[in-house]
């Protein structure tokens, strides 16, 4: 049924005002119920919802004071002389002086402002008016830069036939010189006629060495002494310790017995740290740990043999290609072998068993180079075969951290001592490889091509800023990089020890569930679901750490 209502009104009442009054009521229309249209109502409960479509702002006024300006001028006279008195004649001056001195009114002047200038250097003495304020915020913005080097010399060997260069010192306490052991280790090359000298460079003189070293059998190795300047201790090629005079290097000072020595090339010589500054330790191909003391060379004060059976059996020793000693853990050291093992040893033992406490194995090939974290000395750094590792001394049975294989042999490398993320590593292609583990694991922050030639050691200052590389053709180059890579980001140690720890964490989870041995049996979390929580609070740190910076950037550029 269609309902109409007709409202019949005249054209010329459009547009009027509407005037409302009484009137009766009027039925227009009368609807039956249906029934039919009851069953079909439902009933549903009642909800009040707000909608806002627009923002919620608040509106304040402040009617501040208005400041008052006053512009004021003074008529300045040169020297401050009254009109009377000629400042170009210097007897009027010097009798106004006189006069003004024998004043009390200036006397008293002089006196309360004495005080107030004395209150002054005082505060200007307490407060270093040139500090640097926003000097970290500075660096921020120099890290940004492109990570970048520059070969800054080449020394060469000034010998006809070359040899390799296996290892490289710098002279401590800032120094000016770099020591390089020079030798051949090829087995078919006759090296009855080749030079045994190795030298002392000074960096700003490539062109000759500043001291010659002249052992009577090839060094493989040489090591400054870091509580004195001139005193250097080296390994050679038949197994001898020899003790070395830098201010006088015509003939070294001793050398060791070669019937107490080694029966084979000594690859790596440490200082250790004591009262005397004398005490070294050496690592050799035969399988021994030798203790020496420098001052009395005729026989070691101590020996080990790297046989993991604690039999002190020779023949089934591990030959030791590289060492690791920190001062701050003084007894214990670490040995990289050539079958790929690490061997953790304890000085302070006193049986076989004691010594040698356990083994991380995880290279194909020997061990050429390992050093712990100088931050984290927990974690250590090992080179092998085609790779290099990080590890956790909680670990044993496999490292947290690993590179990618590369497609050339690795035959040396070594933390940054500045950047606790940062290591370099050396190949035989010529490759200087620098990696920061803090934002990068898969591949290096930078690749740059030394040599054509293979590179076989490694060694960084002391500031970070510059490093050494030895090739196989006897080139020992000098490296200075970037700022950006020897200058410490903000927070950066305490995120690699967030990362160390998740990682160290992850393998432990990894080989409870291989073992079927929980690491903490009162968690209620699967090891899969541990895993995802670690992963989830690192990238949570990672982005309030970004978020962090680029808050304090806004803050600089917009105060």
Known sequence: MEIVHEYVKLRSDFG??????DRHVELLVDLAPNPKL?????????????????????????????FEYENQGINHVEGGWPKDINPLEMEQTIRFRKKVEKDEGYMNSIQVLGTLIGQCVGQNNAVDIYQEYFKDEELLDEIQEAPSVKIVNVFRDPNKEKRNITSLSWQPGGGRNLAAAYSCLELQKPTGNMSKDSYIWDLENPNHPKDVLTPTSQLICLDYNPQDL????????????????ARDTQEPVAVSLLEQSHAEPVYKMIWLQSSTGTEAFSASTDGQILWWDVRELKEPTARLVLDLSRKENRNTALGA????????MPDTFLVGTEQGAVVYCNRAGETPTEKIVCTYDGHHGPVYAIQRNPFFP????????????????DIKESSIMWTKHQMAYLTDGCWSPVRPSIFFTVNMDGMLDIWDILFKQIDPTLSVKVHDEALCSLQVHRDGCMVACGSQQGAATLIEISSGLCTQQNNEQNLLGEMLERETKREKILRASQTGEEEDRNSKESPRELLLRSDYDFHNLMESEQRRKQWESRQRHYP
């Open 38 to 66: 009851a069953m079909q109502f439902v009933l549903k409960e009642t909800r009040d919802l707000g909608v806002q479509g627009c923002w919620e702002m608040s509106e304040h006024e402040v009617n501040t004071k208005s």
């Open 378 to 393: 927990q974690n250590f750094l090992t080179v092998g075969d085609w790779g290099a590792r990080i590890w956790s001394e």
């Open 16 to 21: 009027r005002q509407c005037l409302f009054s």
């Open 321 to 328: 290609v590289s060492l690791e000693y920190n001062p701050t």
């Open 230 to 245: 001139h005193t250097l201790v080296s390994g050679c090629v038949n197994g001898q310790i020899v003790l070395w005079d």
